[in-house]
């Protein structure tokens, strides 16, 4: 007997083709001690930075604990631009460099010194400079990363006709790494197939009803997922576009748009921390609460909403503090 077509088989895995996006992600690791002054007091306040401009993207971010030694304080930078074919792993750094620099050397960033500007610095101390760095040295024998974007195609089905075999997470939605959702959608996954086979399983009263579970369970995980997926993987998509090359017009509606969103996050943002910071410090918040109930309530959806980290510290925030 055939297998309906729309389930999965090896011959739905072995036959993926990965798409081609275009954009090209270069970055690496830098020891914080080498970094200008400027940039290490910049890290206390913003330790993530992510700058757009016309032709890319640039981010640098502390990727180490703030309580870590000083000496063992890395941050990792990354440069995402559109390139097709991209650049091999064995290119020479002194192109990839020369690339780079073109694209961000003459940024402006807050926390420029005057001796070092931020955006050059750590390019240089990512790439090498002409001084210290052989002209025959590879990006590969620097690590420096060089990832190119694909995309997996999307798959009719995450599960076999009998749902003994069931896919989730990277394995059935690759997600880009544009949106960041990429360990919550797997996440999301498991609980929601936990969440349909417990009720499955408790609908029958014997043994006998475990296939019959595992079917329904499979397609109530199929019917919630992969709708809520198309419309994550079509967001990733957006976010990804806007680091592609701009018409001057894109560019401004983009900068606006950050503009009133950050705006508009900062605000939310200070309010919800203010709020945990009291229920944390013992004193009842209908913020909280309300909160918790919203995580009730949407279980079906499998935590649509992904709460700032700021909610679950202990540490008293800045309107508390003060």
Known sequence: MSKPANHISSRHLLNITLIRRGLTG??????????????RKSLDEDPITMTFGPHGFFGYSLCTSHDADANSQKIMWW????????????TLLSDIRAQILARHGSWKSPHDAPEAPLFPAIISLGCGSESDTPATTTALEKDLLILPRYITPRLPSWSSPSGKIIIMGDAAHAVPPYAGQGVSCAVEDAVAIAMFLKHYLSQ???????GDALRQ???????????RLAYILDGARRVGDVKRQLKWWEEKLRDTFMILFCKRYRCVLAQITHKSCQASL?????????????????????????????????????????
């Open 26 to 39: 270069i970055g690496g690791f830098i020891p914080v001690t080498s970094l200008p002054e400027a940039v």
């Open 79 to 90: 440069s995402t631009w559109e390139q097709s074919p991209p650049p091999p792993r064995d």
């Open 204 to 210: 029958g009263k014997s043994g006998e009803v475990i």
């Open 217 to 227: 369970m499979a397609r109530a995980y199929e019917g919630m997922r992969i709708e």
């Open 282 to 322: 013992g004193r009842r918040s209908s913020m909280t609460v309300s909160l918790h109930m919203t995580l009730k309530l949407r279980l079906r959806s499998i935590l649509r909403t992904i709460l700032p980290l700021d909610i679950l510290s202990t540490r008293p925030c800045n309107i508390c503090a003060s």
